[in-house]
T-cell receptor, first 112, second 113 residues
């Protein structure tokens, strides 16, 4: 049972454009929602994370929007750059063991 | 430099052999995790440990075993019972005690033929 659904599977954006990746979750006990960035052959790196007490969090060009009632959250990458080309994973956790449940990932390609 | 080390980066084994993947961290983190990554499947949790000498099964523990004898080390053994062992294996760690941020190592790509 997939508890975090991520879309789209792949995304192509022109340089300078906005990249938007969406995730939906089912478990209402989730209360921590991170996004990870992974380059080929490397381990994922924590990009930005949000908790449900806020609806938006911004760090540089990266913004998480969170909709608790819809059980959805999204990553927006403003002014997308070719160096942003990577696979992005959303995740969620909420039980006392702090296990992360990951989405299946989105392969982002930013064309120059 | 503080971080998580996984070795080797590439590992090749014949079917039927057990193989142990190394994970070491010098971040003084309490919790450590092992994930498996397959193309298009995201990351799936194999085992995790919140404290020395204690660990729990994740979502896909069958065919794997772990130990946590030291705080900084969490080796993963892929046994011959694992039906599809070829994958990219990722180790992660976190402070535990309510800290949710997990930090990943560079991964080990295991190929079994």
């Amino acid at each position: 049972q997939q508890q975090v659904k991520q879309s789209p599977q792949s995304l192509i954006v022109q340089k300078g454009g906005i990249s938007i990746i969406n995730c939906a979750y089912e478990n209402t006990a989730f209360d921590y929602f991170p996004w990870y960035q992974q380059f080929p052959g490397k381990g994922p790196a924590l990009l930005i994370a949000i908790r449900p007490d806020v609806s938006e969090k911004k760090e540089g060009r990266f913004t998480i929007s969170f909709n608790k009632s819809a059980k959805q959250f999204s990553l927006h990458i403003m002014d997308s750059q070719p160096g942003d080309s990577a696979t992005y994973f959303c995740a969620a956790s909420g039980d006392s063991n702090y296990k992360l449940t990951f989405g299946k990932g989105t392969l982002l390609t930013v064309n120059p | 430099d503080g971080g998580i080390t996984q070795s080797p980066k590439y590992l090749f084994r014949k079917e039927g052999q057990n193989v142990t993947l190394s994970c070491e961290q010098n971040l003084n983190h309490d919790a450590m995790y092992w994930y498996r990554q397959d193309p298009g499947q995201g990351l799936r949790l194999i085992y995790y440990s919140q404290i020395v000498n204690d660990f729990q099964k994740g979502d896909i523990a069958e065919g794997y075993s772990v130990s946590r004898e030291k705080k900084e080390s969490f080796p993963l053994t892929v046994t011959s019972a694992q039906k599809n062992p070829t994958a990219f294996y990722l180790c992660a760690s976190s402070w535990g005690q309510g800290a949710r941020e997990q930090y990943f190592g560079p991964g080990t790509r295991l190929t079994v033929t």
